[in-house]
């Protein structure tokens, strides 16, 4: 079964949720975290502290380098990285039906761990660009489900299911 495009349109851009059953810390450190980042994205190196780190993508043909700046690290919670022109990516993450520890009592006085939604955003206003883009955040956002599942992130191919599957999607987000 292919999977469903699910990113939405905003004032500014689009828009993907996916939701995690972890605690809001241990998902931003599948965001933040080299060893982590590596099994759905890529490998990043760098001293962020200065603001700026370099990503070795990993599921792109060739596993290029990508220079990423770090405009906005507020731990669990937000992260948002510049990629190059046109291309801002806010990551932010709120905690689902408990505390931001990712934990409450239900209503037996059992703990329970809830989970987190991460929501990344981009700001683009053009139908062919979201088309392409929406697509491949698509890809990354499952890979990281997968990931954090202790699946095989490799396994999900971009191709037909992505890219061109999802663009329709995407550029009606634009054009209706």
Known sequence: MSPAATGTRTDRGIAITRRF?????????????????AQWFGRWSGDPSTGEVAVQLSAED???????AIHECTPPQRLVL??????????DITA?????????????GRM?????????SQDMDEAGFAAEVGSGWEYYLDR?????????AEAIAFEPDYLPGMAEH?????TD
């Open 82 to 91: 510049g990629t190059g022109p046109g291309w801002v990516i806010a990551l």
């Open 144 to 152: 990281l489900v997968a990931a954090t599942e202790d699946r095989d």
């Open 21 to 37: 059953p972890l605690p809001p810390a241990e998902l931003w450190q599948w965001l933040t975290e080299p060893d982590r980042t």
């Open 112 to 120: 329970r761990i809830s989970g987190a939604t991460l929501t990344l």
């Open 62 to 68: 060739g596993a290029p380098m990508s220079t990423s």
């Open 170 to 174: 995407y550029r009606a987000l634009f």
């Open 96 to 108: 689902d039906d408990a505390d931001s520890e990712g934990s409450a009592d239900d209503s037996s």
